[in-house]
């Protein structure tokens, strides 16, 4: 049997990993498993996750690694940071740390225009904890905690993180969102912001669109056509800010 | 040799620089707010990394961090502040980071006020987070203790694995005494846990997951054994005129000094009092407790800047081996003449 290729930055023994069937997790840290080792960097790289299922990923690469949860990340990310500013952070979250419970420390974090790496993973809900509504969640859309439908006139509509992050960093941030199903432009993203924070020009900032076919009660095909036809009309992908050059859309 | 007139919290800021601390976390709040100014005033000439947290949420998990590249570094708050750390303050015991959070304490409950007292003694000796854990607690109780314990924090932080917490009254940390300047340390603890890259060695993990169940079990064991440790080497107290005593106050921080100077009085009068100051609160000094029965106290009165706290923690010292009684103010600390008056009535009462 021929196995694909796995980066070099993976922890092997951790493998096969545990996300679920379908999930785009697996596809991201593929991504950034590249990204880091085109960069050269896994030496040199702590890499932090959150809690909920970008927790699963806690033993994921061959890095030292750091747990962390509720968004705190960011500011974990950012005290290893400031203290050896040699290391290249990498925070990696779901969209419930970081664009609500620990939203103060994102939006701080842009604000300051911290020299860290954020990998921020949207599937549009709480999959840990069983499939509830998410900052991201899209209009109309059916969670456990949203049972009709997610009505904006109740909890608002979703969250555009890198559009909002965007807006608060200054000159030398790098905001992007790619989606999994465009791999080359999402791993071209994800090392971008690698570089970024490599060259100390600013805040980092990936969102990833990503699928949760356990949560979303979706088969293959259902499964991408949401991603593909609902969520990437509502989150545009593309570049919103790069030091780096021109801004890909 | 010689002294330095110094506030508190700057004293304090001082020690832990003199310690190798050079990073700082912090979020303002009162009275503790000069440790973090005194240190965005420093730091900036000798290479520390000071940076004004947006809460006290991202300050501690800033020191997590810090923490976890092995570097010294230190936070600082009050009451409400340190309630907010907790979250953090959990996760840091059970991965096991070195560092030194400081409490210059309020009263409380709620925002309470900016008035000494020690309403926090629970919070901080039972742990204060979710989960089986502690954090040593050292109570200062004069200036030049504020720059001692920031330097011993650093030391018995680094030793144990585990975040140390100094709790001094607001009224400490604005206070100003004469004190010696220490000379600065070299942090001489090797720290292979760090998360520093992985160049040349396996990767580092820093982890608080412990899904099965065994290995959740195994590692609270662990944690415990080494609590047992501590609390069989660092157990700290001062005692006076104990030797003799039939009656023993036990108060910790400034209130031991305002019970020192009643015990004078009284001894003074022909009453046989001694005093016993808790300087590590966690582990609590509940041997020197148990000495002082053995001889011969026939009463223990706890005296805080609270309602009734430490008073447990005699209590289960003794095990029903002498009274307890308790007398406590709070926002308020009471002169020396107070507490003679409430030694004095149970004297009586007692025919002591």
Redesign the interface.
Request: hydrophobic share 45%.
């Given at each position: 049997m021929v196995l694909p290729a796995t980066p070099k930055s993976w922890?092997l023994p951790t493998k096969p990993h545990k996300f679920c069937p379908g999930c785009g997790h697996g596809i991201v840290l593929k991504a950034l498993g590249e990204a880091i080792d085109e960069l050269g960097i896994?030496?040199?790289?702590?890499f932090?996750c959150d809690i909920g299922c970008s927790?699963l990923s806690?033993?994921f690469?061959?890095?030292?690694?750091?747990?962390?949860?509720?968004g705190?990340t960011t500011?974990?990310?950012?005290?290893?940071?400031?203290?050896?500013p040699?290391?290249?952070t990498i925070g990696y979250m779901g969209d419930g740390g970081g664009y609500s419970i620990g939203s103060?420390?994102l939006?701080?974090a842009a604000v300051r225009n911290e020299k860290i790496t954020v990998i921020l993973v949207n599937n549009t809900n709480y999959g840990m904890t069983g499939g509830q509504m998410a900052p991201t969640t899209l209009p109309g859309q059916k969670t456990e905690t949203t049972p009709y439908g997610r009505d904006p006139e109740i909890t608002g509509y979703p969250t555009k993180g890198p559009e909002f992050v965007a807006a608060l960093t200054s000159d030398g941030a790098y905001v992007a969102r790619g989606t999994v199903s465009k791999y080359k432009q999402l791993k071209r993203f994800i090392k971008n912001a690698l570089q970024n924070q490599i060259e100390g020009n600013g805040f980092s900032f990936v969102e990833a669109l990503s699928t949760c076919p356990t949560n979303w009660r979706t088969n293959a095909q259902q499964t991408w056509s949401f991603l593909e036809d609902e969520m990437e009309k509502y989150f545009p992908v593309g570049e919103f800010k790069s030091p780096l050059g021109k801004g890909e859309k | 040799m010689e002294k330095v007139l110094m506030k508190g919290n700057e004293a304090l800021a001082e020690g832990a620089i003199r310690a190798g601390c050079r990073?700082y976390?912090g979020y303002p709040i009162t009275p503790s707010s000069e440790i973090a100014e005194y240190m965005a005033r420093k730091y900036p000439k000798i290479g520390g990394?000071f940076?004004q947290?947006?809460?006290e949420?991202?300050?501690i998990?800033?020191?997590?961090?810090?923490?976890?590249?092995g570097?010294r570094?230190m936070t600082a708050s009050s009451g409400p502040g340190i309630s907010l750390k907790q979250?953090?303050i959990s996760?840091i015991a059970e991965?096991e980071l070195p560092c030194v959070i400081v409490n210059i304490s309020r009263g409380g409950p709620g925002l309470g006020g900016i008035q000494p007292a020690q309403s926090d003694y629970f919070q901080a000796t039972r742990g204060g987070g979710h989960g089986d854990y502690h954090t040593m607690v050292l109570a200062p109780a004069s200036v030049q203790d504020m720059m001692d314990f920031a330097m011993e924090g650093f030391e018995l932080a680094d030793k144990y694995r585990i975040p140390v917490m100094i709790m001094a009254e607001g009224t400490l940390g604005q206070m100003m005494e004469p004190i010696i300047l220490r000379d600065p340390v070299t942090p001489g603890y090797e720290k292979p846990w760090a998360?520093?890259?992985?160049?040349?060695r396996k990767?580092?993990?820093?982890?608080?997951?412990h899904l099965p169940p065994e290995e959740l079990e195994q590692r609270n064991r662990y944690l415990k054994s080494k609590y047992d440790l501590i609390k069989a080497r660092e157990k700290r107290a001062e005692t006076f005129m104990t030797e003799d005593a039939k009656l023993v106050l036990v108060a910790f921080g400034l209130m031991s000094r305002v019970a020192k100077r009643a015990v004078m009085e009284v001894r003074k009068r022909g009453i046989k009092a001694g005093l016993i100051r808790p300087i590590t609160l966690w582990p609590f000094p509940d041997e020197h407790i148990v000495e002082a029965a053995e001889n011969g106290a026939k009463l223990f009165l706890s005296l805080e800047i609270n309602m009734g706290q430490m008073v447990e923690d005699i209590k289960l010292a003794l095990n029903g081996r002498s009274r307890v009684e308790f007398y406590g103010r709070i926002g308020i600390i009471p002169n020396p003449e107070e507490i003679v008056g409430v030694v004095m009535q149970i004297a009586e009462r007692e025919g002591l």
């Open positions: 922890y896994q030496d040199k790289t702590v932090g927790l806690w033993n690469f061959a890095c030292d690694s750091i747990q962390t949860h509720h705190r500011p974990v990310m950012v005290g290893i940071k400031r203290a050896r040699e290391l290249i103060q420390h939006l701080n | 990073a976390f990394v940076l947290a947006e809460s949420l991202a300050a998990n800033m020191v997590y961090g810090a923490a976890s590249t570097a570094v979250e953090g996760f991965a998360t520093t890259g992985c160049k040349g990767p580092n993990v820093i982890t608080t997951l």
